[in-house]
């Protein structure tokens, strides 16, 4: 006899909410999609000399 596991209260809770119980496989793609694509916007940013030399900056103020 095989039991299948039971879902959490928060499980419940949240599939309650959305009123799915999850994710299609086409909505786990755009959402990987738009976090490769904010990671992408972010490490842009992040390498940009002007970023670079505020970051910079801030630490040496720390630690000094």
């Given at each position: 006899m095989r039991r299948t596991a039971k879902p959490s209260w928060g499980g419940k809770f949240a599939s309650?909410?959305?009123g799915?119980?999850?994710?299609s496989t086409a909505e786990y793609a755009v959402?990987?999609?738009?976090?490769?694509?904010?990671?992408?916007?972010?490490?842009?940013?992040?390498t940009s000399g002007p970023v670079q030399s505020a970051l910079s900056d801030l630490i040496e103020r720390a630690l000094s």
């Open positions: 309650r909410l959305r799915e119980s999850g994710m959402g990987t999609l738009a976090a490769v694509a904010f990671a992408g916007v972010l490490l842009k940013v992040l």
